[in-house]
T-cell receptor, first 111, second 114 residues
Framework: GQNIDQPTEMTATEGAIVQINCTYQ??????LFWYQQHAGEAPTFLSY????GLEEKGRFSSFLSRSKGYSYLLLKELQMKDSASYLC????????????FGKGTKLSVIP | EAQVTQNPRYLITVTGKKLTVTCSQN?????MSWYRQDPGLGLRQIYY???????DKGDVPEGYKVSRKEKRNFPLILESPSPNQTSLYFC?????????????FGAGSRLTVL
């Protein structure tokens, strides 16, 4: 089966740094996605990691360790607009472009 | 503008009354998929399609049907809706040619079954 775990909720202060963790146990694995979803809206793509290591994209960075089944999303210089749910999703592959999503982490940024 | 369009965005219906949620994409994507999102459960895949006339079950296909007669359209059919199908539904598409399976989601369809 497929299992993806991430914290349900987190709170952080404007201007700070926050790390959202994701662990996965899947029968197949090609890579790890992070999506952002504001309340009432569609998820939007943030990052995709295939290889181990850190990928940086502006204020957002994503890390993957395939051997540990672990990823994190790092958000720097938090802004109020970063308040959203962050969805971790594993590409479980098998040639069918299957994505299994975690339940999402709701991040609240407070002044 | 590249997009995935779902209709209706909001619908209240009654148990047993057949309904169809349409999904259309203008990006010539091969892959399309339907998800439902429920509080505490996250996004769960209902059905997906790798290309025209090719569909397959996702994790929660019971009570749903799909068809892929044209590349751009992937309607979700609820033949006899029940209250446990009350949910927020998302259609998404992507293309293997773009490398990673980066999904583009529609705006969502909020369905209430009474």
């Amino acid at each position: 089966g497929q299992n993806i775990d991430q914290p349900t909720e987190m709170t952080a202060t404007e201007g700070a740094i926050v790390q959202i963790n994701c662990t996965y146990q899947t029968s197949g694995f090609n890579g790890l996605f992070w999506y952002q979803q504001h309340a009432g809206e569609a998820p939007t793509f943030l990052s995709y990691n295939v290889l181990d290591g850190l990928e940086e994209k502006g204020r957002f960075s994503s890390f993957l360790s395939r051997s540990k089944g672990y990823s994190y999303l790092l958000l720097k210089e938090l802004q109020m607009k970063d308040s959203a749910s962050y969805l971790c999703a594993a590409d479980t592959g098998a040639g069918s472009y299957q994505l299994t999503f975690g339940k999402g982490t709701k991040l609240s940024v407070i002044p | 503008e590249a997009q995935v369009t779902q209709n209706p965005r909001y619908l209240i219906t009654v148990t047993g009354k057949k309904l169809t949620v349409t999904c259309s994409q203008n990006m010539n994507h091969e892959y399309m998929s339907w998800y439902r999102q429920d509080p505490g459960l996250g996004l769960r895949q209902i059905y997906y399609s790798m290309n025209v006339e090719v569909t397959d079950k996702g994790d929660v296909p019971e009570g749903y049907k799909v068809s892929r007669k044209e590349k751009r359209n992937f309607p979700l059919i609820l033949e006899s809706p029940s209250p446990n199908q009350t949910s927020l539904y998302f259609c998404a598409s992507s293309s293997p040619m773009s490398g990673a399976n980066v999904l583009t989601f529609g705006a969502g369809s909020r369905l209430t079954v009474l």
